[in-house]
């Protein structure tokens, strides 16, 4: 059973940087479609991006509308993590951030990690 964990998340101010970071429990990424979602409190849960196995990447288009850049996905093969960089915090990124795997025609989800932005 593929396992993901995640890290990285805690309380930040407005403003300020963080990058979380996904390490499944063996190596798939040369297969595997990655993503990173959130759920806000009180809202649906909803994809941020998503990395391919070519490494191409997607994001989600109210995150590309609204985020105005300050979310990138991105993968180190030889570390076998997944990365998610917010720049430029706002509160409104208070959230559960969760990363996904599709792999070997199965979908998998960590746990999640929270990401509180408040001054």
């Known amino acids: 059973q593929l396992q993901l964990v995640e890290s990285g998340g805690g309380l930040v101010q407005p403003g300020e940087s963080l990058r979380l970071s996904c390490m499944p429990s063996?190596?798939?990424?040369?297969?595997?479609?990655m993503a990173w979602h959130r759920q806000a409190p009180g809202k649906q849960r909803e994809r941020v991006a998503t990395?391919?196995?070519?490494?191409?990447?997607?994001?989600?288009?109210p995150i590309e509308d609204s985020g105005q850049g300050r979310f990138t996905i991105s993968r180190d093969n030889a570390r076998n993590t997944v990365y998610l960089q917010i720049d430029r915090l706002e509160p409104e990124d208070t959230a559960v951030y969760y990363c996904?795997?599709?792999?070997?025609?199965?979908?998998?989800w960590g746990k999640g990690v929270l990401v509180t932005v408040s001054s």
């Open positions: 990395i391919y196995p070519s490494g191409n990447t997607n994001y989600a288009t």
């Open positions: 063996t190596t798939i990424f040369d297969t595997a479609t």
């Open positions: 996904r795997a599709n792999w070997a025609g199965q979908e998998y």
